[in-house]
């Protein structure tokens, strides 16, 4: 039996996840730890029903609802940043890494510290800290497992590969909410508008991320710290079917390209059964039916936020810490009303080009302290930036 913890099990992946625990056959997995957030009801069902050690809110006011939610239940039940990295580092064989944002880092990291399986859907953790995440890996013998279904297509793209022989990494992208809209409709796009997404269902950040592109961005940096490519070495795509999710050059001109339907119980239920395939509750693709593929070459100007990621690998460090920070502040900014769709890239923008000359950025070595440190100061620039343009 394999003891499984799920760091994020509220949320959208989470979700996934515990679907293929629950349809697999009986006594495979003890679940040892669920956090969440502020879904109480959600996370309290969950562990009852797969018999959690642990139950974890990542919010100390909600401590009181959380255990009367599991009063009788024989759940141990804990609340607060470091009760999260106290379920990461009780023993488990494969956690999931799910939370949403750079919150997910330490709680991934300390996972990472106990040797297990980390099956990694936070990208924030190597945009922001990739080389710490490698190194923890490596000193630990942990495993790192994708499971952004484009660096899963590309992981199985490569198995069995030589990695030196392989030139290229083709990157797909749906395109997003706004992928057949004129740029000046994106302009006044709303968050209701950008919160839906034309093939994938996701949580609401990463969608609006996707009509953005900002997402596309974090993928190719999360290629760049995962697989080791250069970032010349890395191209995106545009494929509106969201059937091809990575394709990889080799050195001989031949295309591997991971096929598949965008449901993401493909790449979860891969990296939880890996190394071996088993039957998932996947649809079986009916090429005739779909009948065309569709590629084009994204639009900067539709997709300012795209080219950014090569200027963060450009620079490498803490740059990216900046780049994930200054993202998620522009996108609290923009669901909260604050700024329009389109001001998210130029503030980010501004941000990398304002803060090139930190202090806090100019170290060697990348640790978690200097990656929330990096995290608050570029917070507080955004917050600023955008006070700046309301007055
Ligand atoms: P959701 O928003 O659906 O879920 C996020 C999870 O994190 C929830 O359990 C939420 O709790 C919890 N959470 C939110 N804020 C915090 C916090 N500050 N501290 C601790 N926990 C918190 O996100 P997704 O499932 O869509 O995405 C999760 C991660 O996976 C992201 O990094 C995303 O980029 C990545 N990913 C997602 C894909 C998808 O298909 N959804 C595809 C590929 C990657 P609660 O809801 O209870 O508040």
Known sequence: MR???ILGATGSIGQNTLDLIRRAPKGSYQVVALT???NIAQLAADARAFGAELAVTAHDDL???LRAALAGSGVEVAAGAAALIEAAQRPADWTMSAIVGVAGLAPGLAALENGGTLALANKESLVTAGPLLMACAQA?????LPVDSE?????QALTGEDIATARRVIITASGGAFRDWPLKRMRAATVAQASSHPNWAMGQRITIDSASMFNKALEVIEAKEFFGFRPEQIEVVIHPQSIIHALIGFCDGGLMAHVGPPDMRHAIG???NWPTRRDLPVEALD???IGRLDFAAPDPARYPALGLAWQVMAVGGLTGA????AKERALDHFIAGHIGFMAMADLVQSALDGLAGHPELAVSEITLERVQSVDHVTRQHMDMQVGRRAG
């Open 287 to 289: 090429l005739a039916t």
């Open 63 to 65: 401590l009181v609802p």
């Open 140 to 144: 630990t013998g942990a495993r790192i």
């Open 3 to 5: 003891r499984v913890t």
């Open 151 to 155: 660096h899963s297509a590309i992981f």
């Open 36 to 38: 969440g957030g502020r």
């Open 322 to 325: 900046v780049f994930n920070a």
């Open 270 to 272: 891969y990296a939880l």
